[in-house]
């Protein structure tokens, strides 16, 4: 029996097996978003409980992933408008749970690494909200244009456009220096 059909079952260990199987995935692509670890947590646990609640409303088996995806990002979504979530000061270091289980090589590459990843963190978290949801989901969930388009329900054309702005949004964040000049930081390493 599919994971779905033991989902509409009601079973627990299907709900367990589906934690499992993404849990990590929504935990990244709600802290891409948020950048908050315990309002990720809360998002993540939202979903499952969404997803066992309405498993019923999931048509086509194979979009689980894509359904689950939705879900989260609707959850960061909501989070995102509420007044008090806007005023808080998020400082929490997130580039160690993006970088994940990658190896890197001596001192001198995992500080150029560290460094990088945390300018670029720095950098996405700067951009519009609607600007760093394309980016995350194109460049670290590496999905399709056409499937960004389907789980924000927007055209092609709008997500092609916000990638693009945001590139070039980006580009310009990492070109200027914490004061605001151009940096200097690559000649450095």
Avoid at 68 to 83: E, F, P
Avoid at 147 to 167: D, H, N, P, Q, W
Avoid at 174 to 182: F, I, N, Q, R
Wanted: glycine letters at 4%; hydrophobic letters at 40%; a positive charge.
């Amino acid at each position: 029996m599919h994971l779905v059909d033991r989902l509409k079952n009601k079973e627990e260990s299907a709900l367990q097996e589906l934690m499992s199987l993404y849990g990590d995935y929504l935990f990244r692509t709600a802290f891409l978003l948020l950048k908050d670890k315990q309002a990720c947590e809360e998002v993540v646990q939202d979903t499952f409980i969404t997803a066992h609640e309405k498993i019923n409303q999931l048509v086509e088996e194979e979009k689980l992933k894509s359904w689950l995806t939705s879900i989260t990002i609707n959850r960061c979504r909501m989070l995102m408008r509420k007044w008090s979530w806007k005023n808080i000061l998020l400082n929490f270091d997130w580039t160690e749970r993006v970088q994940g289980d990658e190896k890197v090589d001596g001192p001198e590459t995992r500080l150029i690494v560290n460094f990088e990843n945390k300018s670029l963190s720095e950098a996405i978290q700067k951009l519009d909200y609607k600007y760093r949801e394309v980016i995350i989901l194109y460049y670290f969930n590496e999905l399709k244009v056409s499937e960004i388009a389907v789980l924000l329900k927007m055209a092609e054309s709008t997500v092609k456009s916000r990638l693009k702005r945001g590139r070039t949004y980006l580009k310009d964040i990492l070109a200027k220096g914490e004061d605001g000049s151009v940096s200097e930081r690559k000649s450095n390493f």
